[in-house]
C-alpha cells in the first residue's frame, strides 16, 4: 500500500470491495496529527459482519474514538466535526444501505449530507465503494442502490476538495486534477 498525503478539508475515497479503501483513509486521518475519530455505519447483522467490523477495530489503537451510527450520519457531523479533530466515516455504501432498509428518503438524506460538507469544521474523510463498475444487478432493489449508490457518489464527489480511487490499495487523484 502507498504511502497516505497529507489533507485538509474534506476527501472523498472511493474504490472497490477490499481495494484498500478503509486503510488508506486511516492513514490520512492519522497523517494529520489531530485526535482521530472514526465514524462507523456498519451494523452487526450477522456472523460475517460481525468479523469485518472486528477487522477494522483491531486496526485501530485506543487513540481513535470510535462513534457507531447506521443513520444519523448528519447529526454525527455536525456534532463531532471540529478543528482539532480529524473524522473518518466508514462508509457511505453501508449508510446508504441502512436508510434504504429503514424505509428513509434517500434524495432528502443526500441533499442533507451535500450541504453540510462544506460547512464542516476540521478534515473529514468519507469512504464508498463504487459499485457501478460490475455486473448489472439482477433484482429490481439491486439495481436501485447501485443507482442511488451512484448519485450519492457524484455528488458528494462534486463537494469534496479531493477524490481518490483506491485500486488494490494505490491511489488514483481524480480530483483536484494532477497538474
Excluded at 439495481?143 to 463537494?159: C, E, I, S
Aim: glycine content about 6%; overall charge neutral; hydrophobic content about 40%.
Amino acid at each position: 500500500m502507498t504511502k497516505a498525503t497529507q489533507f485538509t478539508g474534506t476527501t472523498f475515497i472511493l474504490g472497490g470491495a477490499r481495494s484498500g479503501k478503509s486503510r488508506y483513509g486511516e492513514k490520512l486521518v492519522l497523517n494529520t496529527k489531530l485526535h482521530p475519530v472514526y465514524i462507523a455505519t456498519a451494523q452487526a447483522r450477522d456472523d460475517e459482519m460481525r468479523a469485518r467490523i472486528a477487522e477494522h477495530k483491531n486496526r485501530r489503537d485506543a487513540n481513535w474514538t470510535t462513534i457507531e451510527e447506521p443513520l444519523a450520519l448528519c447529526e454525527v457531523l455536525s456534532n463531532h466535526a471540529a478543528p482539532a479533530k480529524a473524522l473518518l466515516v466508514d462508509c457511505l455504501t453501508l449508510w446508504l444501505s441502512n436508510l434504504m432498509m429503514a424505509g428513509k428518503d434517500i434524495e432528502e438524506e443526500t441533499a442533507r449530507l451535500v450541504a453540510l460538507i462544506p460547512e464542516l469544521a476540521g478534515p473529514v474523510v468519507f469512504v464508498s465503494n463504487e459499485v457501478g463498475m460490475g455486473l448489472v444487478p439482477e433484482t429490481a432493489i439491486g439495481r436501485t442502490f447501485r443507482d442511488h449508490q451512484g448519485r450519492l457518489n457524484q455528488r458528494v464527489a462534486h463537494v469534496a476538495d479531493s477524490v481518490q480511487f483506491i485500486a488494490a490499495g494505490y491511489p488514483l487523484i481524480l480530483k483536484p486534477e494532477n497538474k
